[in-house]
């Protein structure tokens, strides 16, 4: 949402100061920031989003790319 702000540090993802819960990867799976930084903290703006890839440890996200803007994300509606 407009505003969230995401915080990673020492392999866990915090929203908002609340640790995220990601019963969708594997247990134990950390979530380090891009180019060995310490710690990392991405704020989403109006019709931002923050994409994390399901293969932490080799993902091109918003870890390195920043947080993205809707227009950028592309997908299928399938009813």
Do not use: W
Request: glycine letters at 10%.
């Amino acid at each position: 949402m407009e505003g969230d702000a995401v915080y990673l540090k020492d392999g866990d993802v915090f929203r908002n100061g609340r640790k995220l819960s990601e019963p969708y990867l594997a247990s134990g799976t950390p979530t380090y920031p891009y180019d060995k930084l310490h710690d990392q903290l991405l704020v989403c703006g109006k019709s931002q989003f923050l994409v994390l890839g399901d293969n932490r440890t080799k993902s091109a996200d918003s870890r390195a790319y920043g947080v993205i803007s809707r227009e950028r994300i592309l997908g299928l509606l399938i009813r």
